[in-house]
């Protein structure tokens, strides 16, 4: 990756931040911590990683992507509307009655989701699916799927991960969301998974640990994982939850959360200084 590319991606990622936060203010609460904690990762495989055409968001041959833990539905949103799938103006709808964008991704009713998620855990086995369906097609297109690390506690995870590795998915690769909190604690309290990588491995994946908020370690990372023949990966991103937010970034509670004006116009501030520094780099 050139210095440019990594300042475009940078800039691509706070960007996507500025329009979340816009529309969860608008609305006055949201899913802030799970969302801003995956946005330099959705910016990596939205800025040119994934194999996408907005202007045919069906195309068979893309490379799709499952977020399973489908409350981080805003980041992907904001991500889809800056790729002219749809009016950015619509972000402003989010979770209000009629909206095409709910709190949770839902492929029937968003332009550019691929699967409608939110119930923790199922979304690994949809990923699976698709992935082991595109092989048997002959395709060559890639199926990412997004997990947090509270949501690997399902045990459909782990039935859907001995699967992939018995099918030697090699278009397969995952992502964890490793911020260590989850709804109502840290990991460490409620059920402690630190050791990510080497539970995926222990199921036959290629897996390793990498700075989610690093874009370039996020990009090098995937390039690797694509050149693993006969595996799945996983890319366990060690992340910092609600990162980006000033108000709600690495607090105990910030999973779902009230935003006020006062808030909202903290938050603004600071990623628009944030912008300025990274265009000036």
């Not at 199922?122 to 949501?151: C, F, H, P, W």
């Not at 509670?253 to 912008?275: G, P, Y």
Request: charged letters at 25%.
């Amino acid at each position: 990756m050139d210095k440019q590319q990594k300042k475009e991606l940078k800039v691509f990622a706070t960007n996507i931040r500025i329009e979340t936060i816009k529309a969860l203010g608008h609305l006055g609460f949201g899913h802030v911590g799970g969302a801003f904690s995956i946005a330099d990762t959705i910016a990596v495989l939205y800025g040119g990683m994934m194999k996408i055409d907005p202007k045919n968001p069906k195309w068979a041959d893309r490379d799709y992507l499952v977020c399973s833990k489908g409350h981080a539905g805003p980041i992907i949103y904001s991500t889809l509307a800056m790729k002219g799938y749809f009016p950015k103006e619509e972000l402003l709808t989010i979770n209000k009655p009629h909206t095409h964008l709910p709190s949770h991704c839902d492929r029937n009713l968003t332009t550019g989701i691929d699967m409608t998620t939110g119930s923790l855990g199922q979304g690994s086995s949809l990923a699976v699916g698709i992935a082991a369906g595109n092989k048997l097609d002959g395709r060559d297109n890639y199926t990412y799927l997004i997990m947090g690390d509270g949501e690997i506690q399902e045990g459909q995870v782990w039935e859907a991960a001995g699967y992939a590795a018995q099918q030697k998915l090699d278009h397969l690769i995952a992502f964890v969301d490793w911020n260590k909190r989850q709804l109502d604690g840290t990991l460490e309290e409620i059920n402690d998974y630190s050791n990510i990588s080497e539970r995926f491995e222990a199921f036959g994946w290629h897996s390793v640990t990498v700075n989610g908020h690093d874009v370039e370690a996020v990009w090098n990372a995937i390039e690797e994982a694509k050149k693993v023949k006969d595996k799945p990966s996983c890319i366990v991103l060690d992340t910092v939850k609600a990162k980006g937010c000033s108000f709600a970034e690495d607090t105990a509670n910030c999973h779902h959360i009230t935003i006020n004006e006062e808030q909202l116009k903290e938050a603004l501030t600071a990623l628009e200084e944030q912008l300025a520094k990274e265009m000036a780099e």
